[in-house]
T-cell receptor, first 110, second 113 residues
Framework: QKEVEQNSGPLSVPEGAIASLNCTYS??????FFWYRQYSGKSPELIMS????GDKEDGRFTAQLNKASQYVSLLIRDSQPSDSATYLC??????????FGDGTTLTVKP | EAGVVQSPRYKIIEKKQPVAFWCNPI?????LYWYLQNLGQGPELLIR????????DSQLPKDRFSAERLKGVDSTLKIQPAELGDSAVYLC???????????FGPGTRLTVT
């Protein structure tokens, strides 16, 4: 079992819909949680960071964290074709160890 | 503010040859990471530096890989000798401290023939 699990997808949503991306992690010592977007052939780009339970909103993006359930999610509202990419979930524990999931591929259809 | 700089962007070498990658982190970022990324997978940590100290190198194949971060700023990752299975993208990232978000450089795509 991987330390950080994501559905590989592909996840396909129509333009304007809400895309929901999920991530679970196994290390209960995890303290910091991040979502990255990676376009094909490019390096990961930070979208959101979240450190405490609850929701954090930034524009069309909302990150949700539930430490008791060891679950973090990313919602993308009003999805656009330019949101089509692979979304990586990353987790850091209190020792600074960083672990990435293998990503979920999102396709937004016009 | 300049981002993480990496060079070269692409490298093609024959197996058994040496290769080196260079990374300059964002100014003021004390934590530097080297990752390996294979197609369809997430980045896998090779080594993490806090200033000039390697604090996590448990996943670095030390028989052929080495890294250094002299003066706690830029860093070099070396492979000697390269094997076919080393073909991948090598990513460098930096963060202000170990708990904070990381910012990635553009990566070096290595092809070993």
């Amino acid at each position: 079992q991987k330390e950080v699990e994501q559905n590989s997808g592909p996840l396909s949503v129509p333009e304007g819909a809400i895309a929901s991306l999920n991530c679970t992690y196994s290390d209960r010592g995890s303290q910091s949680f991040f979502w990255y977007r990676q376009y094909s052939g490019k390096s990961p780009e930070l979208i959101m960071s979240i450190y405490s339970n609850g929701d954090k909103e930034d524009g069309r993006f909302t990150a949700q964290l539930n430490k008791a359930s060891q679950y973090v999610s990313l919602l993308i509202r009003d999805s656009q074709p330019s949101d089509s990419a692979t979304y990586l979930c990353a987790v850091k524990n209190n020792a600074g160890k960083s672990t990435f999931g293998d990503g979920t591929t999102l396709t937004v259809k016009p | 503010e300049a981002g993480v700089v990496q060079s070269p962007r692409y490298k093609i070498i024959e197996k058994k040859q040496p290769v080196a990658f260079w990374c300059n982190p964002i100014s003021g970022h004390n934590t530097l990471y080297w990752y390996l990324q294979n197609l369809g997978q997430g980045p896998e940590l090779l080594i993490r530096y806090e200033n000039e100290e390697a604090v996590d190198d448990s996943q670095l194949p030390k028989d052929r890989f080495s890294a250094e971060r002299l003066k706690g700023v830029d860093s070099t990752l070396k492979i000697q000798p390269a094997e076919l299975g080393d073909s991948a993208v090598y990513l460098c990232a930096s963060s202000l401290d170990p708990t904070r978000e990381q910012y990635f450089g553009p990566g070096t795509r290595l092809t070993v023939t």
